[in-house]
Structures are given as C-alpha cells and as structure tokens.
C-alpha cells in the first residue's frame, strides 16, 4: 500500500481550551510532532453565544459566555504562537469549530472578524437551538421534540445547508454526525426524503469546491465506521469532492486515533490521499 502522510482537518481540542477535553494545546502539537502528522488543523470550539446554549457541561461547571469569549482569545493568542514556534517542523492551522444556533449568522461572523482564523469547520451540534450529540438521553430527548427521528435528520440536514451556504466553511465538520445514537441509521440515511437532502447538500459542497471531514471520532464512542458513512462517502467519491482526515482529537490519548484505518479504507475506495489543504482566510 502507498504510503500517505498524516493530517488533521479537525482536532486539537485541549483541556486549556476545552471543558470537555484534556491536556495543553502545546502537549497537543508536540503529540501531532511525535506522530509525524505534516499538518494540523487546531479547530477549538467557539465560544456560546448566550448563556441558554451553553454546553450542558458548562452550565453545570458555571461558565459564561463572557468567560468563553475570553479564553478563546486566549485560544487564539496561543494557538498562533504554537503555529510560529512549531513551524520549522510541523504545518499549523488556527482554525475554529463553529455552531448553528438562532443569531449565528450574524454571531459567527463577527467572531471571525474578531479572531481571524486560518479557517472554520462548519458542524451543526445543535438542531432548532436543542443539542442532540451530548448524551443518548438529549439525542432522543430533541428527537422527541422534532417529531421523531426522521424529522430530526431533515431538520439536521436542512440547517446544515443553510449553514454551508451562509459560511462557506472551508471545512464541512461530521457531515452525518446526526446518526450518532441511532442504531438504525443505515436505513435511515437510505430513505429517500433523507437522501434526497444528503445529496443536495453535498452538491453545495462540491460547488463551492469545500473539503468534507473524515472524522474518527465516531470509533472511539463505539461506532463501526467514522462520520461519513459508507453510502455517503461513495457518493462524494463519485462527486468528486475531496475527503481529507479529521481526528477529531479531544486530548492527548485521541490524537491520530484510528488513522491508518481510516485512510487506508478512503486509499480502498479511490479518494486522492495527496490530502488537499484547507483554504486561508484572507483579510
Ligand atoms: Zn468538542
Ligand atoms: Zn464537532
């Protein structure tokens, strides 16, 4: 089998940075150094915009969104000063994850003014202002709230649209993160009213000539396959679109968890492993 470097599109969470992750972004990058990925892109989370959709994890820990919003600019601060410290051995990107909730549109932007990001990925955590990744228990809670699980995927796929069209994230995060506690979700995604979006959306995508994260992290919650599933990934092979990895890493123990797998089924199915780069900003 050829050999193919290793990259990240997605990843570098950091307990630094991150409730939800460990470790600091300079063990992170030191890791990635250790494991000889070429590049990286460091993709934290942006900050809440309000204090209503916080992550439940950080209501419970008593965040604010001002606290968010200030450790972000530290995020970035120190991201870009890894980026050139690091940079005679390893490629940086100080990139940011974004989310979808009421007001985003005008939210994300700003923030991107602000911060100036190499990039985004653009992910869609939240469905109608409801997360649904958090726990079994919240996915069927907004589930319910949707009018069940097929609703919940048109909805999921409907706002992911509006998102890849408004924000044109160079990155598309998780594309079918929604299937993520539904055992069912082969069949699911196979229904035509569901399809019908899937293939919509990734027209948009190879349109726009954006790239789609292959993301493992979905193995190590106990899935068989990463975000994107089979099916889809075939069609965006024969679309044309460039897949590129995402380890999609939340601390030291998840950096490149996964990789060789992951790219040795996309070398399987015909996918360009000269990984394309994401796009830089300019401003
Ligand atoms: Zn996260
Ligand atoms: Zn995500």
Same mark, same amino acid.
């Given at each position: *089998? ?8 997605? $990843?570098?969470?950091?307990? %630094? &940075? ?57 995020? +970035? ?23 979808? #909730? ?16 190499? #990039?985004?990925?653009? /992910?869609?955590? &939240?469905?109608?202002? %409801? ?14 709230? +949707? ?15 509006? *998102? ?26 196979? !229904?035509?009213?569901? *399809? ?15 790239? +789609?994260?292959?993301? &493992? ?6 899935? /068989? ?13 024969? +679309? ?28 399987? *199915? $015909? ?7 994401? !796009?830089?900003?300019?401003?």
């Amino acid at each position: *089998m050829k050999k193919t470097t290793f990259v990240s599109v997605h $990843g570098g969470h950091s307990g %630094q &940075f991150c409730l939800h992750a460990t470790d600091t972004l300079e063990e992170i990058i030191q890791k990635y150094i250790s494991k000889q990925f070429s590049w990286v892109g460091i993709t934290e989370h942006v900050p809440a915009i309000s204090e209503e959709l916080l992550y439940p994890d950080q209501k419970a820990a008593g965040l604010t969104p001002e606290f968010l919003y200030n450790r972000f600019r530290n995020y +970035m601060r120190e991201c870009r000063r890894l980026q050139e410290k690091y940079s005679p051995v390893i490629k940086i990107f100080a990139a940011m994850e974004i989310e979808t #909730y009421s007001g985003y549109k005008q939210f994300i932007p700003s923030l991107i003014q602000t911060f100036q990001p190499d #990039y985004i990925v653009g /992910s869609v955590h &939240f469905v109608d202002d %409801q997360g649904f990744d958090y726990s079994r228990e919240q996915y069927h809670k907004t589930a319910e709230a +949707m009018g069940g699980l097929d609703n919940l995927y048109c909805k999921y796929f409907d706002q992911q649209f509006e *998102m890849i069209e408004t924000l044109k994230p160079a990155i598309v995060g998780h594309f079918d993160l929604i299937r993520i506690f539904d055992e069912n979700y082969p069949s699911r995604l196979a !229904k035509p009213a569901i *399809m019908e979006k899937i293939t919509r959306n990734l027209t948009l995508i190879k349109d726009l000539d954006l790239i +789609m994260d292959y993301n &493992f992290r979905s193995l190590l919650k106990g899935a /068989s396959e990463p975000y994107i599933s089979r099916p889809i990934l075939k069609i965006a092979r024969d +679309m044309g679109i460039a897949v590129v990895p995402g380890d999609d890493s939340h601390g030291l123990q998840s950096i490149g968890i996964n990789m060789e797998n992951g790219i040795a089924l996309l070398q399987e *199915m $015909g996918f360009d492993t000269n990984w394309r780069q994401p !796009k830089i900003y300019t401003y």
